[in-house]
C-alpha cells in the first residue's frame, strides 16, 4: 500500500463529534493500582475521494508520532498509554480489522492503529467511529487530561500489499478524552467508644468503594454492608473513602442506642438537646479526632473550653444554671466528629443524636422543621420533641399535626424563649385535640433547630430515642443498618410533605448486597406509611421522584427498648 496526501482538490476535512459525555476517572486506591478510562467520538471525513482498503487510523498519546511506514518516535509525555482495546465502524460498510499495537513500553501502548479491511468508503460525508478507546495510568500518577492524536492515512494506491513508503498523514487533530483526577476523599474520624458499639456502613454506589480504617485498606462492594466493632484496633477510627459513605452506630445495652453519623469532620456543631433532669440523666458529647483539638463551648451563658489529645473522649454537660439553656454549641479548633449522649444514670434508658453541622457565617438551624414520625400506638410509645432558639429573641412557631391519611388534623402555635428550649410530649403538652396525629410540621419565624423524641411506655420499658428532626425532604435516603435477627424489628416511617404524590421505591438488602425484596408505593399529599423491615434484611434505601421525610427504627418488643435514625443523605462529592 502506498499512503500519500490526496492531491485531488487538496481538500479534506476532519472534525471529531458525537463525544461521549463521561465523568473524569479519579485516582483511588493502590499506588500501583491501575485506574482506567474509556470512551468514543465518531470522525467526519467531509471528502470527495473514495477511502479504500487499506486507509488506517492511528492514534497516539502525546509525545510520540508514527511516520507513514508507521515506525515510531519520540516518548510519552503523559503517565497514561493505551489498551489494545476497542474497534472502529463506520457509515458506509466499511470492514475495519481489530487493534493493532504500533509502539509501547512497560507501561502499556503509545501508538495503536486500524485497519479498513474491505468496502471502499464512497460518499459526501464518511462518518467513521472510535469506540470504546482506553486508556489506563497507575492511581500513582499524576492527574490531567487525556489527549490522544488521531491521524488518517488515506491509501490512494487502491492496492492492499504492503507499501515501504508513503507520504504525509491527511489528517491530524488532538482530542481531549476525558481526564484522570485526583481521589476525592471523604475523610473524617469515627468514635466507636467501647465493646459493644457496632459501626455499619454500606456501599449504596454502583461501584466498589474503597475505605481505609486507620492503616487497613478494605474494598466495599456496591450494596454491601460493613460492620465494624471495637475489637478492630481500637476506639477511634481515622477514615476515608472515595465516594461518601452512609453509616450508622450502634449499641445494644440496657437500651438501643443509635445514630446516624456524618462521614466528615467539622469544627462548629449544634447539639440541639440535653437532657434537663441532672439527678436522673447525664449529658455527654463523645468526640473522635485525629490530632489535638482545643474545644470551647457555649451553653446559654455558660462558656468552658478544654485541650484534648487526638482519640475519642467524652465530654460531659449538664443543663447551665445561669442560661437555663438545654442546648449546647461546640467549637473545635481542629475538625472532629461527634454525637450527643444522654442516658439514665441506673442506665434505664440511653439515647444518641448526632449533631448539625454549622458555618459560623450563617444562621444555624431552619425556619422549617419536620417531625416526621408520631406514634399512632400511644399505649406503648410516646412522642415528643425538643426545640432550641439559638436566637437573642423569642421564636414562634405554628406546629401542624396530619393524619396519616394526609388530612390536617390539629394545629398550634409555641413560643420557644431567646436563648431557651422547648421540651413537648405530643398529645399531652402539645396537640391534645386529636389522637390522629401521625406526623407534623414546624414553621418558625426564625432559624431553629430541634429533635424528636421516642420513647416507651412500658412498665419495663426503658426505650428512649432521639432523632434530628430535618428541614427539608430527600429524593434519596438511606438506612444503613436494620436488625431482624433474633428479637429485633426494624421499621421505616415516611412521609411526604408536599402537596402532590410521590411515587417512592424501597430496596432491601443482605449485608452481602442481595437484594431482598422491592416494593413501590405512591404516597398521596401529607400522606404518611409505616414499613415493617423484612426478615434477614440488613440495610435499605428509598428514591422518590419528590422529596419524602424518613425514619428507620430499631427495636426489641419484649423489653420496649427502642432506637432511631434519620434516613441519610450523602453530601455532595
Known amino acids: 500500500m502506498i499512503y500519500k496526501r490526496c492531491l485531488v482538490l487538496a481538500l479534506v476535512f476532519g472534525t471529531l463529534v458525537g463525544i461521549t459525555a463521561l465523568a473524569e476517572e479519579e485516582l483511588c486506591g493502590n499506588l500501583n493500582q491501575s485506574v482506567c478510562l ?96 482506553r486508556v489506563c495510568q497507575l492511581v500513582s500518577d499524576e492527574p490531567g487530561l487525556v489527549n490522544l492524536s488521531v491521524s488518517f492515512y488515506q491509501n490512494t494506491n487502491g492496492k492492499k500489499e504492503s507499501a515501504h513508503h508513503a507520504n504525509q498523514v491527511t489528517l491530524r487533530f488532538d482530542k481531549n478524552f476525558s481526564q484522570f483526577s485526583t481521589c476525592k476523599r471523604f475523610a473524617g474520624h469515627l468514635p466507636l467508644l467501647q465493646q459493644g458499639h457496632l459501626l455499619a456502613i454500606t456501599n449504596p454506589h454502583d461501584e466498589r468503594v474503597l475505605i481505609t480504617l486507620d492503616d487497613e485498606r478494605i474494598e466495599l462492594r456496591p450494596n454491601r454492608q460493613l460492620l465494624i466493632d471495637a475489637s478492630f484496633g481500637g476506639s477511634a477510627f481515622s477514615y476515608t473513602c472515595n465516594r461518601p459513605l452512609p453509616m450508622v452506630l450502634f449499641e445494644d445495652g440496657e437500651d438501643l442506642s443509635v445514630t446516624a453519623l456524618d462521614s466528615r469532620d467539622n469544627h462548629y456543631w449544634v447539639v440541639p438537646h440535653l437532657a434537663r433532669d ?16 482545643s474545644l470551647t463551648w457555649a451553653q446559654g451563658d ?64 431552619s425556619e422549617l422543621l419536620y417531625l416526621p414520625h408520631i406514634a399512632m400506638d400511644r399505649v406503648n410509645f410516646w412522642t415528643g420533641f425538643s426545640l432550641a432558639n439559638q436566637n437573642e429573641e423569642a421564636v414562634s412557631v405554628r406546629l401542624t399535626g396530619y393524619a396519616a391519611s394526609g388530612a390536617l388534623a390539629a394545629e398550634e402555635v409555641l413560643t420557644v424563649q431567646p436563648q431557651s428550649n422547648l421540651l413537648g410530649v405530643i398529645g399531652t403538652t402539645h396537640l391534645l385535640s386529636t389522637d390522629q396525629v401521625a406526623w407534623a410540621k414546624l414553621e418558625a419565624d426564625a432559624p431553629i433547630t430541634g429533635i424528636a423524641l421516642i420513647g416507651s411506655n412500658r412498665e419495663n420499658g426503658v426505650g428512649v430515642s432521639g432523632i434530628l428532626l430535618p428541614n427539608q425532604g430527600q429524593t434519596e435516603q438511606f438506612f444503613p443498618l436494620l436488625r431482624t435477627d433474633g428479637a429485633f424489628w426494624s421499621g421505616l416511617t415516611i412521609a411526604n410533605p408536599s402537596a402532590d404524590e410521590v411515587q417512592m421505591d424501597l430496596e432491601f438488602f443482605d449485608s452481602n448486597g442481595r437484594l ?54 450523602l453530601p455532595e462529592p
Open 278 to 293: 441532672a439527678s436522673s440523666w447525664e449529658n455527654a458529647w463523645v468526640f473522635a479526632s485525629g490530632e489535638s483539638v
Open 38 to 133: 474509556q470512551n468514543s467520538a465518531t470522525v467526519t471525513l467531509v471528502n470527495n475521494v473514495p477511502i479504500p482498503p487499506g486507509s488506517v487510523f492511528v492514534l497516539t498519546v502525546p509525545g510520540v508520532s508514527v511516520n507513514a511506514r508507521f515506525e515510531p518516535s519520540g516518548q510519552p509525555t503523559v503517565p497514561f498509554r493505551l489498551e489494545d482495546h476497542g474497534s472502529v465502524t463506520d457509515n458506509l460498510g466499511g470492514v475495519w480489522g481489530p487493534v493493532k499495537p504500533l509502539a509501547g513500553d512497560s507501561k502499556g501502548f503509545s501508538a495503536i492503529s486500524f485497519t479498513l479491511l474491505e468496502n471502499t468508503l464512497n460518499g459526501a460525508s464518511q462518518m467513521i467511529t472510535l469506540k470504546d478507546i
Open 302 to 365: 455558660d462558656r468552658g473550653g478544654l485541650r484534648f489529645q487526638p482519640g475519642v473522649h467524652q465530654l460531659g454537660f449538664e443543663v447551665s444554671e445561669t442560661g437555663g439553656a438545654s442546648w449546647l454549641q461546640v467549637h473545635g479548633n481542629r475538625a472532629h466528629n461527634g454525637y450527643l449522649s444522654f442516658r439514665r444514670h441506673d442506665e434505664r434508658g440511653e439515647a444518641w443524636v448526632n449533631a448539625v453541622r454549622i458555618d459560623p457565617s450563617e444562621a444555624i438551624g
Open 516 to 569: 431482598l425484596e422491592s416494593r413501590s408505593e405512591t404516597l398521596q399529599p401529607h400522606e404518611k406509611q409505616v414499613t415493617l423491615v423484612p426478615r434477614d434484611s440488613s440495610h435499605a434505601v428509598c428514591r422518590a421522584d419528590g422529596e419524602l421525610l424518613a425514619y428507620a427504627f430499631i427495636g426489641v418488643s419484649e423489653s420496649g427498648k427502642i432506637g432511631g435514625y434519620l434516613g441519610q443523605v
